[in-house]
């Protein structure tokens, strides 16, 4: 129950407009914040308080500006006679929370609508900064009703105050396409600012301002400073610039030592990622450039660019193969390739045709940037299982069993990539059907027959397996003897690893004492 309400009962009254309007001059604080709140609630239906309102405008208290600012808002044109003190309230030093003062006075001033037109042009030329900024603010909120400012607001675009342009920039632009031919003659003047701000005024319209093209061009001359090419280039793929010519300014002002340019020309060919077809061409070639610099910057970009860059993912696995031995170099591709997404995979794996398995560990390369794919990558790892070439399909088979019991769905290719003819292929699918979390009672008949294989390669990765499931009490007893007769192997690796899995028995098999005698022996 509000405070008001409490007051209207002991008033034994029903609070109405001229009521609440009186409640304002209470001397309760809280009395007058309720009495502001309720009023706020009745809209239009308030405009009888106005004047109580408007004088509360200037209430010490914080709570009552805000709700009687917000009351007037509501009551909307009816609130005229508001505008002048409005307008003064603009500039916020008395109080506290100056940016949200000032943007709730805007739209106070804003809601009113035509009639606040002609005096928040006025207002443009006050002698206070905070003023000229909350008018402009003003008009801004008023966008395309507040055509007539368009004049007034294209001179404060070389205010001298920073504020003061910066919002006069936004609400030009927010008047939208009618701006636009005050915008391109601004850029034909000699005053600097007035053009960055007009620039920036433009890009921020977008397509509608299209028609500036020919002056915004012309500013990208040696004739501007680094700061306006800067803002031109950012406007120019703001506006739909035809791609074709914009792309090479862009690429051009990608090599600027100038940082704003730089980043301006970054920032432009980011958003042309949807023209990819047209930006990939270029930025590949980059990346045989002699220059490292441009080779980085490019991968960065494709890279940022996401799946709509794969096409370039055949250079810049090309690039990574080329700068291995630099590692700082290779990893801006390699950060390129992760950017662009599990699409890459087939021509990472590609980059596997002269590999050698033994150098398929996680930390090669292909497999960390495969891996950082996670499950994405899965579809193109299984298919991958069937490749003719031997490192991809060892590769396939290692990146599937790093993704654990999220690919259980690929077990069935593994368990065929179990009955390939080479032996690293049958150890890598073997290890990865466990680390899928394959259940031992199928994984049985494959370590079986695996820790009797011809090739030790094989027999390893079945000792290894068997020691991963030691947890498994029916699995260990079913898998003892297998060990047992393990440790007789002429390869070293599985004897060992035999060895370990029966140490961590609890009660190791009788047979196991004399070949491990023999063992220590």
Not at 361 to 390: H, K, Q
Not at 468 to 489: C, I, K, Q, Y
Request: net charge negative; with cysteine; hydrophobic share 45%.
């Amino acid at each position: 129950v509000g405070l008001w309400t409490s007051y209207a009962s002991a008033q034994e009254t029903e609070p109405n407009p001229r009521q609440l309007a009186e409640a304002l001059g209470n001397s309760n604080e809280d009395v007058r914040r309720d009495a502001a709140y309720q009023l706020g609630r009745l809209g239009p239906a308030e405009a009888p308080a106005l004047e109580e309102l408007t004088r509360a405008l200037r209430d010490s208290d914080d709570q009552v500006w805000a709700f009687s600012v917000s009351a007037i808002a509501k009551i909307g044109p009816a609130a005229e006679a508001a505008i002048p003190d409005l307008i003064e309230g603009l500039d916020p030093d008395r109080r506290r929370y100056e940016e949200q003062i000032r943007h709730r006075t805007a739209f106070a001033l804003s809601r009113i609508g035509a009639a606040a037109l002609d005096p928040l042009i006025e207002a443009l030329g006050d002698g206070d900064d905070e003023i000229r900024a909350g008018a402009a603010l003003a008009l801004g909120m008023m966008a395309d009703a507040a055509t007539k400012a368009i004049p007034r607001l294209a001179e404060a675009l070389s205010d001298g105050s920073e504020e003061v342009r910066g919002e006069a920039t936004q609400a030009i632009a927010a008047i939208g396409g009618a701006s636009v031919p005050a915008l391109r003659e601004t850029l034909g003047s000699d005053d600097a600012l007035a053009k960055r701000q007009a620039a920036k005024a433009l890009g921020l319209i977008g397509a509608p301002a299209r028609p500036a093209e020919p002056e915004l061009v012309g500013l990208l001359d040696g004739g501007s400073s680094q700061e306006i090419r800067a803002v031109v280039l950012d406007t120019l793929s703001r506006i739909s610039f035809d791609s074709e010519r914009l792309v090479p300014l862009l690429l051009e002002a990608l090599d600027a030592p100038d940082e704003a340019v730089h980043t301006a020309a970054l920032n432009g060919l980011l958003r042309l990622r949807d023209d990819a077809e047209k930006l990939i061409p270029e930025l590949e070639r980059r990346l045989t450039s002699g220059e490292p610099a441009q080779r980085q910057r490019a991968a960065d970009i494709l890279g940022r660019m996401g799946s709509r860059a794969v096409a370039a993912a055949p250079a810049l696995v090309s690039a990574v193969r080329r700068e291995e031995g630099d590692g700082r170099s290779a990893a801006v591709y390699i950060s390129s390739l992760k950017g662009i997404g599990p699409e890459c995979t087939p021509f990472i794996l590609d980059a596997l045709a002269e590999a050698k398995p033994v150098e398929l560990g996680a930390e090669y390369w292909v497999m960390e940037t495969i891996e950082s794919y996670g499950i994405r990558a899965l579809p193109y790892l299984t298919e991958a299982i069937g490749s003719d070439r031997l490192p991809v399909r060892v590769a396939a088979n290692t990146a599937i069993g790093s993704l654990g019991g999220s690919a259980k769905g690929s077990r069935s290719q593994l368990i065929s990539a179990w009955e390939d003819e080479e032996p690293v292929v049958r150890a890598a699918a073997l290890l990865a059907l466990q680390a899928t979390g394959m259940e031992t009672d199928s994984l049985f008949p494959l370590v079986r027959s695996g820790i009797a294989d011809e090739s030790a390669i094989v027999r390893r990765a079945t000792a290894t397996v068997i020691g991963a499931a030691t947890d498994d009490d029916s699995f260990v007893e079913r898998t003892a003897p297998l060990m047992v007769g393990a440790l007789s192997d002429e390869d070293p690796q599985v004897v060992v690893a035999a060895a370990e899995v029966i140490a961590r028995l609890e009660s190791p098999p009788e047979a196991a004492v004399e070949p491990l005698i023999v063992c220590l022996g």
